[in-house]
């Protein structure tokens, strides 16, 4: 009889731990199909829009508005491509010529901001100096400052630099050099944080083996800065391949140094009919293609250096 009443409150004990693991199941399986329903509606948010870029590009009626969803039109083919990649407007210019002049401002642009960018940040993380709070506030506050409102003064200052026939200003090397001076606050702010997170005592040990400052800093800050300066010369890349602004007021002279950003507004017409629908959506695919490939290069230094560059800022 002591054994059956000693059970009794085991045996209940035992049924509502069962109760609780199978509503927790319960709980965990509702949780999970959420979680799906919202990762399949923002897949489909992010690909609705390249679906449809890439329907308009293969449909040769050359309309904006395909008919459905279909991913491949009626008829579809590859014309459009073939066409802005031998002249993409009226200009005497081709495909390559204007990928080139793109691809010369973002290298450019990376190869500045990050050289000049990682010295400028050490010297902020690890040096102690006059005004050192100051300049940093005032990196900050032309880092706040957009774009647009130093067209002005850039055109200006730049305009001044004329060695016989070549003018900096009306040169892509200007262009580069205009986006590298709003590039370079994000970069260096962005490689500063990173580098608080090194230890310093790396340093102190290399610099009690007898390595000097260069030293420590070209075979110690540099390697484990890698991830960052990745992610510093990846939009880099970017501000200098899709740049637009600076380009459309600097660049009036021979279209052959246009850039592709100029180019792809040069294909929109006065009125939505004029505009070649099919060869625009094509055109922005092809400029879209470089920098979707870069991140994929650099996506795990990407990742590593946005999530612990913004440790500390």
Known sequence: ??????????????????????????????????????????????????????????????????????????????????????????????????????????????????????????????????????????????????????????????????????????????????VTSGQLPFAIWNMKGYLDTIPRDLEEAASVDGANRFQIFWRIILPLSKPVIAVTAFFGFIAGWTEFYFSWMFLTGDPKQWTLAMTLNGMVGQYAGNTPWSQFAAYAILVALPVSLVYLYLQKYIISGLTIGGVKG
Do not use: H
């Open 1 to 178: 009889m002591t054994s059956q009443v000693g059970a009794a409150p085991s045996a209940i004990s035992g049924a509502r731990v069962g109760t609780r693991r199978r509503q927790r199941s319960a709980l965990t399986i509702r949780r999970q199909a959420l979680l799906q329903i919202l990762c399949l509606l923002i897949t489909v948010t992010v690909l609705f829009p390249i679906v449809w870029i890439v329907s308009i590009a293969l449909d040769p009626r050359n309309i904006a508005r395909p008919d459905g969803l279909n991913l491949i039109p009626p008829g579809a083919s590859l014309d459009a491509f073939a066409q802005v990649l031998r002249q993409p407007t009226q200009n005497p210019v081709s495909f390559p010529q204007l990928a080139f002049n793109s691809l010369v401002i973002a290298a450019l642009v990376s190869l500045a901001s990050v050289s000049i960018g990682v010295l400028a940040a050490y010297a902020f993380s690890r040096l102690k100096f006059r005004g050192r709070e100051f300049l940093m506030i005032a990196v900050l506050a032309v880092l706040m400052l957009p774009a647009v409102a130093t067209i002005a003064p850039l055109f200006v200052s730049l305009n001044k630099i004329q060695v016989g026939t070549f003018n900096l200003r009306a040169s892509l090397f200007g262009v580069a050099l205009a």
